[in-house]
């Protein structure tokens, strides 16, 4: 394994679950926390051991809010994984944290982390109830700007499309956190069906704004971003240089290796998806269920397969899919083989300087367009 | 005849929809034995599920049941009649194997329009009938009136008319003892030659087509060859039996019995409903008068949701078939839905009933186009041509005139909702013929009416405005002229056959507005803008735009989780599959469905 590869790292934790999130989440406790460090560390170990020369060039530890893990425990966590050499020297070292429980920022850098993602979502007060956050617009500014201290790439996750925002919200969010984000997350909000949010919905206590109208904020963003020299580059991510985008995120997006490690945590290694159980007990208890069992007992992906996700997911980025590459990779003719697919779609898709991708008018039907190809 | 003859009673029972006839069925069957209480499900009788389920009969499932009277005991036979319109057909059909029926009227609802046309089927069929009445326990009963109703209506002595509450089981003897003493023993002779008439028939896999079966003259038995008297096929017997309520063999079947045979006929068609069997050694000379073929009334295409499902909802059509005989079907290639089916229907209650049936009984997932009647329409050159789909009607220069089936309905209502009733006739393009007081509160109202519009949701507007207490009868009063246009909607440009409907010109325009309305609301936006246009011959009444899509669900593949967007994918794939795909529009099922029930 020679090409690095990224890391993802799940804190299932939270103070409180967002009525929106249909994510696997518990409630902080330190000796739970204790535990699940404990069993993570052991992960990482078999881990390296199994793939005696996997290497990594990103590291995300993601959640969940791992920003209330103790500095104890973090420090466990990172002090393995910079201990076992496997860490390049270009490396990124991403953490999120939510506002309410961001305050350790020298602590991170001190551990090494150089990449910082925090989950403003909105700035307006009214919403941030509604979305069950529990924290407040100034908290995140108070966060965003301490941040900035310490941190020279800061990430900002925003949401679009929740019940009483309007295009003023969107933007305004966006003017008071631009000076201090060189990356921005924008998600339409999608309401999953197990969601508080989406009972709500359901029962007519609050109403979510019309497709058109959440596009048309959309658009109203990728502007105000433009002004601003956030560039988008992914359906839902922007940033100020191509330096500054998600190293990690775009291995996703590129279909390349990465592993996950912790509940829930997904991997594609040696053509191999996997992913741990969602239950933290069992994470904790079970090594058995973890790997490398998770990825012994699957079968390799097929080429069809991994085909179709790397259009997939290619097809998320503003730059499209490199042509040369996947028919070096499949050994087919892409455009051949697709012909009459693409041609149906030419209206909504492009082929420019050996990239296939979707004109970023049309990212937005992104699923309508890739379903053609399954 | 002979004694033993002279100890059984074939009845069936009469009554208005909710009236208590299957109630009052099970009581009886309950009071007799023929099945232990342990075993006994609410409406033994209605064996189908939807039938059940709606309170309704639809099927004629006969019952043999031993009671004693006086020391004697006799053999009762019951055959159960459906109560709807749509199924006169087939109570004409259980009539002519009984001597006798019930019928039951609700003390608190007096007799219905319905009712009424089923009783003058029953004394025409020459059957005593004997008044019942039930729910003398409701607080709102009217013994006096509902009995003096029956006299003046139906010209019945009701002085000895049992007064029940089958619910509670209250006089359910009275009943009984009234059937064995007023009822007259089936007539018929034992040693003339067979006779035997086939009022139902099913298809059961192991022993072939089922043949319910009334024995009129002779007897049959396991191993008798017999003949069907209408196309002189013939058959080995090879189990005759009654019905306790399970099938139950027997040695033979005589004169006045009710039962079942089975000859290993594989093919239903052989057993037509009406036919008359005799022996091949020694026939009868005529058959018995069999009963009057009726015809569908209403048509729809009938297609599966799936495709490749084509082969499966042929055969579900054919079993169906085997046992309802008014069903008919015959293959149709719509441009929009693909193969499937034209199929003819007795009503709408009917067609609602078969294709319930074919989703239940055969997992089938269909898509119907909205009912039409069958339209005579002369043509230029003089040609008469029929037309029960829409999209065969010729085009507009072609025709001299269209010709419609129009329906003598008549309507009992309390006469506070006469206004109401007449509002209704005239929106439906009612011609009104004359109305009549039958009490202070009654009302019997005839009019003529278009089928199509009574097919297009009359009766549930007739219902909803009179508060559920008018009651529809109609019956066929021949063709008549009228300014008919054929109404096309357009998706993206192109035709829909599917969605054409044959309307009066006065009602295109609305008609037409509202289907594309309501088109807009259920086609979903797709990567293209689809133009909906309603049109009549080339010119547009009507026109809606799907606008394109903006917006997909856009699931973030959180921490590398990308098999969540996977499945999603997928079964966006799946969902366009099961969509018709008409050029580059796919059109959702609900959407064929949506121009049958407008709200206006």
Not at chain 1, 211 to 240: P, T
Not at chain 2, 79 to 87: A, E, K, N, S
Not at chain 2, 249 to 258: E, H, S, T
Not at chain 2, 565 to 584: A, H, T, V
Request: one cysteine or more.
């Amino acid at each position: 394994m020679q090409v690095p590869t990224g890391l993802y790292i799940h804190i299932p934790f939270c103070k409180a679950k967002c009525s929106y999130c249909d994510f696997y989440s518990v409630g902080y406790t330190e000796s739970l926390a204790d535990d699940y460090i404990k069993a993570l560390v052991s992960e990482y170990s078999r881990l390296i051991a199994y793939f005696g020369d996997i290497t990594f060039d990103s590291v995300y530890i993601g959640g969940g809010t791992p920003s209330m893990l103790t500095e104890k425990q973090l420090s466990r966590l990172v002090e393995t994984l910079n201990n076992s050499g496997r860490l390049k020297s270009d490396l990124e070292f991403s953490i999120e944290v939510n506002p309410e429980s961001a305050s350790k920022f020298e602590f991170y850098r001190r551990l090494g982390i150089n990449r910082l993602s925090i989950g403003i979502q909105s700035l307006n007060d009214n919403i941030l109830k509604r979305l069950n956050r529990v924290h407040t617009a100034r908290d995140a500014m108070r966060a965003i700007k301490e941040a900035s201290n310490f941190f020279n790439n800061i990430s900002a996750d925003l949401m679009i499309g929740l019940p009483a925002q309007t295009s003023h919200d969107v933007v305004d969010t966006l003017n008071q956190i631009i000076p201090y984000i060189t990356h921005l997350s924008a998600y339409i909000l999608k309401l999953a069906s197990n969601t508080q949010m989406h009972r709500e919905v359901q029962e007519n206590i609050i109403i979510l704004p019309e497709d058109d109208v959440v596009i048309d904020q959309y658009e109203d963003l990728v502007c105000e971003c433009a002004k601003f020299g956030l560039e988008r580059y992914e359906i839902s991510n922007f940033s100020k240089a191509d330096e500054y985008n998600s190293k990690h995120n775009l291995k996703y997006w590129k279909c390349q290796e990465y592993c996950g490690i912790g509940s829930s945590a997904h991997s594609f290694l040696n053509r191999k998806r996997f992913s741990n159980d969602a239950n933290i007990f069992e994470y904790i208890n079970d090594a058995k269920q973890t790997f490398p069992n998770t990825y012994e007992s699957v079968q390799k992906n097929s080429d069809s397969d991994i085909l179709l996700d790397t259009i997939m997911l290619g097809l998320r980025l503003v730059k499209g899919i490199d042509i040369e590459k996947v028919n070096k990779e499949f050994k087919i003719d892409f455009l051949r083989k697709f012909e009459s697919k693409i041609k149906k779609l030419r209206k909504f898709v492009e082929y420019k300087g050996g990239m296939f991708f979707i004109k970023p008018e049309y990212l937005t039907v992104q699923n309508s367009i890739v379903v053609e190809f399954f | 005849m002979d004694e033993r003859q002279t100890h059984i009673r074939n009845f069936c029972i009469v009554a208005h929809i909710d009236h208590g006839k299957s109630t009052l069925a099970d009581r009886i069957i309950e009071k007799t034995g023929a099945v232990s209480t342990r075993d006994l499900k609410e409406q033994m009788l209605d064996s189908m599920d939807i039938e059940r389920e709606r309170g309704i009969t639809i099927k004629l499932t006969p019952v043999r049941m031993f009671h004693s009277h006086n020391g004697v005991e006799y053999t009762l036979n019951l055959i159960d009649t459906p109560g709807h319109v749509d199924f006169t057909y087939e109570v004409s059909r259980s009539l002519a194997a009984c001597e006798g029926a019930l019928l039951v009227v609700d003390a608190s609802q007096g007799i219905e329009a319905q009712t009424l046309a089923n009783v003058y089927l029953a004394i025409d069929a020459d059957l005593e009938i004997i008044p019942v009445i039930n729910k003398i326990d409701l607080a709102s009963a009217n013994t006096d009136a509902v009995k003096k109703e029956i006299e003046d209506i139906v010209g019945l002595d009701t002085t000895d008319a049992p007064l029940i509450s089958a619910k509670e089981g209250i006089n359910i003897d009275d009943v009984l003892t009234k059937i064995i003493e007023m009822l007259p023993p089936p007539h018929g002779n034992l040693d003339a030659p067979l006779k035997a008439l086939i009022f139902d028939s099913a298809y059961d896999i192991y022993k072939g087509a089922i043949c319910n079966i009334r024995v009129i003259d002779g007897e049959i038995k396991v191993g008798s060859k017999i003949k069907m008297m209408s196309s002189n096929k013939s058959f080995d017997v090879t189990e005759v039996g009654v019905f306790s309520p399970k099938m139950t063999p027997v040695d033979c079947l005589r004169a006045g019995d009710v039962g079942y045979l089975a000859a290993a006929i594989k093919n239903v068609k052989d057993t037509s409903v009406g036919d008359t069997i005799t022996t091949v050694i020694k026939p009868a000379l005529e058959p018995l008068k069999g009963y009057k073929k009726v015809n569908p009334m209403v048509f729809a295409g009938i297609y599966p949701s799936d495709g490749s499902k084509h082969d499966d909802l042929r055969d579900a059509l054919e079993k169906l078939n085997l046992n309802d005989a008014a069903l008919i079907f015959e293959p149709e290639t719509s441009g929009a839905l693909g193969f499937g089916f034209r199929c003819g229907f007795l009503g709408l209650l009917h067609m609602e009933i078969i294709e319930e049936r074919l989703e239940r009984e055969f997992d089938l997932e269909l898509i119907t186009t909205a009912p039409s009647v069958i339209y005579r329409v002369t043509k230029t050159d003089g040609e008469i041509v029929q037309v029960d789909n829409p999209s065969k009607m010729p085009p507009v220069s072609e025709i001299d005139m269209i010709e419609e089936p129009v329906v003598q309905a008549v309507v009992f209502t309390p006469s506070e909702y006469v206004g109401a009733v007449m509002e209704l006739s005239r929106e439906k393009r009612g011609v009104f013929i004359t109305m009549t007081y039958i009490d202070a509160n009654r009302v019997k109202m005839e009019y003529k009416i278009p089928l199509a519009e009574i097919i297009y949701d009359f009766f549930d507007s007739l219902k909803s405005r009179t508060r559920g207490y008018a009651s529809l009868d109609y019956e066929i009063a021949g063709y008549e002229k009228d300014d008919l246009v054929k109404l096309d909607m357009l998706l993206n440009g192109d035709v829909c056959d599917a969605l054409s409907i044959i309307v009066h010109r006065d009602k295109a325009y609305a008609r037409g507005r509202m289907i594309a309305e309501k088109l807009r609301n259920v086609i979903p936006r797709q990567l293209f803008e689809i133009p909906i246009q309603a049109a009549i011959g080339s010119k547009i009444i009507a026109r809606e735009t799907v606008k394109a899509l903006r917006k997909d669900v856009l699931a973030k593949c959180y921490g590398g989780d990308i098999t969540r967007k996977r499945k999603l994918l997928e079964k966006q794939k799946e969902g366009k599959k099961r969509m018709r795909q008409m050029g580059s529009v796919a059109i959702p099922s609900d959407a064929f469905m949506s121009i049958l029930k407008l709200d206006e």
